[in-house]
């Protein structure tokens, strides 16, 4: 089964759209769009929603005060924040419940995608 294809201009428009409606300021949100862009690009729909789905749950994770659960995603040794525009989105939606579920709703860009049916991953 094929996910349905998304164009990368309608993504990074989802994107910004959305980014803009929750009022995430372009400084975190703009490297956001610009990764995620380019994960889809070389590493395909599923993988991008998984790479997303994992982020969004280290981050609830971090904000009950539990450990993260993936280990592949850098961190600065001395905040343990996420390195890099992750950390920035981090620090931001850490600031208060507002921003954390602004930035949660941010993650869940994921949803533009869709399987016509059971993928092979889903299938396992």
């Given amino acids: 089964m094929e996910i ?12 910004t759209q959305r ?12 490297p956001f769009r610009s990764a995620v862009v380019r994960w889809y690009t070389f590493s395909g729909e ?3 929603v998984d790479r997303l789905k994992a982020i969004k749950l280290d981050l609830i994770q971090k ?9 592949w995603i ?6 343990g924040c996420f ?9 931001f939606m850490l600031k208060s419940d507002k921003n954390f579920s602004k ?10 995608f869709y399987a016509s049916g059971l993928t092979d991953k889903q299938k396992k």
Avoid: H, M, N
Avoid at 19 to 30: E, H, Q, V, Y
Avoid at 63 to 71: D, E, T
């Fill in 4 to 15: 349905r294809k998304v164009s990368r201009t309608t993504l990074q428009q989802v994107i």
């Fill in 19 to 30: 980014s803009s409606a929750l009022g995430i300021p372009k400084r975190l949100s703009s």
């Fill in 46 to 48: 599923e993988w991008t």
């Fill in 63 to 71: 904000k009950a005060g539990l450990l993260p659960v993936s280990v």
């Fill in 74 to 79: 850098g961190r600065s040794k001395k905040s």
């Fill in 83 to 91: 390195s890099g525009f992750l950390g920035d989105i981090e620090r």
């Fill in 103 to 112: 930035c949660l709703q941010l993650l869940q860009c994921y949803t533009l």
